[in-house]
Structure formats: structure tokens, C-alpha cells
């Protein structure tokens, strides 16, 4: 079970690790989403924790806000997709495509981040559809309308009159979690909520979901810092 603390106002949500062959304390914050985490000796005391990340408190805020900061989308610079970083190089002819490992973006710098955007979406959705179709068919579900948008605070949602949601942004994160953002939101279709016997059926058809899943915890956040 993990164990989560909130340092200072706002709180910066640190989680704290126990170790068995820890012998100091050492906070560590991840470059891919700024997740913090102290490592502790096994048997530490949550009061001496609190206090080791609360002294520390402005050097997680300095750290955070750097890591936390904005990515902009520049020739040269490079760009998640499909899970990886992925180079931007000027293109030819008026489609992005990609070719070799490298996204090949025609025309001029300021239109870059909008050219992207367009052919993420494309992709998200050719990729979502094509998802969802399959484990509404593994579900024998009708499928309703799909609609991808570029929302904050969830990947996917359900209407309850069938109809689904996805962020395009996914089209950022590796394809198992992309499966497996469909296969949730598919689930939903059957049981609009998140009981145990909706967890039943997503492990069903979609049995490394715990994985896919953390993906997104660990990591979802970078996908939000792209400036498109
Ligand atoms: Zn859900």
C-alpha cells in the first residue's frame, strides 16, 4: 500500500517508499512527470518523513517548476508518439508524415504546433475507433458516436447512451495504453462504473490493464505539457 504526504500549501504530494536497505532518507523527483517520491528506512517514522520532505520543500518547488514546465514544438525539437520520442524535422508537400522514426511537418515554423495537432488528432481517432471497435466487438456492444477532444482532467469518458470520448493526446502515449484507454471506456458500456465487476470485465478482455494503467498515472501529465 503506498503511503502519500502533502507538503506545504499548495501540497506537493510526495509518496514515501520504504526500503529495507535504505539507511537515509532520499527524495527523488521523476523527470517524466515530476513525481516525488522519499525513499525511507523500512521501520522510519512518519513524523521524522514529514519533517526530512518538509525541509526540503523549496527544493521540490524549484525542481517542479522547471520539470513541470512547457514543451514547445520546434523543427529540430522532438515530440511524443505512439510512446516515443519522436525527432520534427521541416517536410515537403502539404502532409505531415512519418518516415523512419522522424514526423516531417511542411511549411513554416508558426504553423507547426497547429500541422501536428491535425495529424495527431487523425491518428488518435483512426486509432480509437479502430480500438473501441474491436472490444465492443469482443463485448458485443453497439458502438455510438466517437468524438476525440483535448480535455484535462480524463482520457476517455462514456455517455450513457453509448456514445464515447477520447483526448487525441493519446495518440502520444504508447499503443497498449491507447488499447487500453478504448478497452475502459468499452467496459463502460456495460457497466457504468467502476465496481468490482467492472473491473471483471476489463481484465477480461484486456487482462495487462494494471500496467497500461500506471502508464498513464506515471506519465500522463507530459503529455499535457506539448504546446500544440
Ligand atoms: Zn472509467
Known amino acids: ?15 514515501i517508499k520504504r526500503s529495507a536497505r535504505a539507511r537515509r532518507y532520499s527524495l527523488r523527483i521523476s523527470n517524466k512527470d515530476g513525481a516525488i517520491s522519499l525513499t525511507v528506512p523500512k521501520y522510519a517514522a512518519m513524523g521524522e518523513a514529514v ?11 524549484k ?12 523543427f529540430g ?11 520534427i524535422e521541416p517536410g ?10 522522424v514526423l516531417y511537418v511542411p511549411g513554416k515554423p508558426d504553423k507547426l504546433p497547429a500541422k501536428l495537432r491535425a495529424y ?33 482532467s480524463r482520457w476517455g469518458s462514456c455517455t450513457s447512451d ?8 493519446l495518440i502520444m502515449a504508447p499503443r497498449p495504453v491507447q488499447a487500453y484507454v478504448a478497452a475502459h471506456e468499452v467496459c463502460h458500456l456495460v457497466e457504468m462504473n467502476h465496481s468490482d ?29 506539448y504546446m500544440f
Open 1 to 15: 500500500m503506498a503511503e502519500h504526504i502533502g507538503i506545504g500549501d499548495p501540497p506537493i504530494t510526495v509518496q
Open 51 to 61: 519533517e526530512f520532505a518538509r525541509a526540503q520543500e523549496g527544493w521540490m518547488r
Open 63 to 74: 525542481h517542479l517548476a522547471k520539470k513541470l514546465k512547457p514543451l514547445p514544438l520546434v
Open 77 to 87: 525539437g522532438s515530440v511524443l508518439f505512439d510512446g516515443e520520442y519522436r525527432r
Open 92 to 101: 515537403t508537400g502539404r502532409a505531415v508524415r512519418f518516415e523512419d522514426g
Open 120 to 152: 495527431f488528432k487523425t491518428m488518435a481517432r483512426e486509432r480509437m475507433v479502430a480500438a473501441s471497435a474491436h472490444y465492443a466487438d469482443l463485448l458485443g456492444q453497439p458502438l455510438g458516436r466517437i468524438t476525440l477532444r483535448d480535455t484535462r
Open 162 to 169: 453509448g456514445n464515447l470520448m477520447y483526448s487525441w493526446r
Open 197 to 225: 465487476a467492472y473491473w471483471v470485465l476489463v481484465a477480461g478482455i484486456f487482462p495487462e490493464y494494471k500496467a497500461r494503467r500506471g502508464w498513464l498515472k506515471n506519465n500522463g501529465t507530459v503529455l499535457h505539457r
